[in-house]
């Protein structure tokens, strides 16, 4: 139909409707439209990621260019950073899990209270590093999708302390020992059992354990966006130490709230580098929504950064770590949660 039928089309609908009347009851009603969930409300949310200490909420609030001074040391290690950047793929990985538990017995609150008890655990060790607790989810959820058996919540703990164990020998200089974690399963598995189920995670996973975890995707989205902001800024930590303060507060703060979306098994539904990238944005608004003083352009550098690796379904995202953000945390994860001293 051109536009030009339509006033022929209303006047032959006005002959209908007097020939043969239409009732009220048979007029269709208009379909409501769904609520718009407003992802950046600050209202009932039980778990505030924002942990600054004095001198971290004195760094966000200044506005001096340059009111510190890095030592050699920390500027080398600046650079260092800084030239890291190349070596990094030019994609983002990705690794998606979410039929993990499609083909067994195991209940997915239990699952998340394994992953809360494990990072629970690793707050207590200052030797752990940040990834270990994230590539332990990956390869307990790689597991379950490759297993063929069907696993049960008895299986569950051997399952979740031997994941541990194999990251924490990829990624820790000091790994855990097998008497710590005899120790921390409250001595319900040995230490044969225990490498009898490392072995067969390692058959079932091809003995591949260097694998996409929600912390590689943060770390290289972290360090891509301080390459980037620095190289649009045209300037270095010497002449702007308090770029990169900044950058630390918002890491520290945006990886605080990756550890407690990455407990949810429903996160598996979306790509790592999805929820990797939604955490920093997230952070960020909240933090503008603080008041805090934060550095210029920094949202529109992290969206050519989107753009760039293809990182797809974030506003979908946003709104799940809305609705996380308003559940009432239990006692274990607030423990858990309560530990924010991570490295830059």
Excluded at 182 to 192: A, C, R, Y
Excluded at 221 to 247: A, H, P
Aim: hydrophobic content about 35%; glycine content about 2%.
């Amino acid at each position: 139909m051109y536009f030009s039928d339509i006033t022929n089309f209303e006047k032959s609908f006005r002959n209908i409707q007097t020939k043969s009347p239409i009732s009220q009851n048979t007029i269709p009603v208009t379909p409501m439209k769904k609520h718009q969930v407003n992802y950046m409300d600050t209202q009932n949310l039980q778990f505030e990621w924002i942990q600054l200490d004095d001198f971290e909420q004195e760094i966000m609030n200044e506005s001096d260019s340059n009111p510190f001074q890095y030592s050699y040391y920390e500027q080398t290690q600046w650079f260092q950073n800084y030239h890291l950047h190349f070596s990094y793929p030019l994609k983002l990985d990705h690794m998606n899990t979410q039929e993990s538990l499609k083909h067994h017995s195991i209940c997915e609150f239990k699952r998340n209270k394994l992953l809360c008890l494990i990072g629970y655990v690793l707050s207590s060790y200052d030797n752990t590093s940040n990834e270990t607790y994230f590539l332990t989810i990956s390869i307990f959820d790689r597991f379950l999708q490759k297993y063929p058996y069907n696993l049960s919540n008895k299986e569950l703990l051997t399952i979740g302390i031997s994941c541990l164990s194999l990251a924490s020998k990829q990624k820790d200089i000091y790994c855990l020992t097998s008497q710590q974690l005899v120790q921390l399963s409250g001595k319900k598995i040995t230490e044969d059992q225990l490498a009898k189920c490392q072995f067969q995670i390692l058959k079932t996973i091809q003995y591949q354990i260097e694998m996409p975890n929600y912390f590689r995707n943060f770390d290289y989205i972290m360090r891509d966006l301080e390459f980037r902001y620095y190289k649009v800024k045209g300037s270095n930590i010497v002449n702007n130490s308090l770029m990169k303060m900044k950058l630390q507060a918002i890491y520290k703060c945006s990886l605080n709230l990756l550890r407690f979306v990455s407990q949810y098994y429903d996160t598996t539904l979306f790509h790592q580098s999805t929820i990797a990238y939604s955490c920093i944005f997230y952070t960020i608004k909240r933090m503008e929504q603080m008041n805090y003083r934060q550095l210029g352009d920094l949202i529109a550098v992290l969206v050519q950064i989107q753009n760039d690796n293809e990182i797809e379904n974030m506003e979908m995202a946003l709104r799940y770590i809305y609705r996380l953000c308003q559940i009432q945390l239990n006692q274990k994860q607030q423990e858990f949660l309560s530990q924010t001293d991570f490295k830059y």
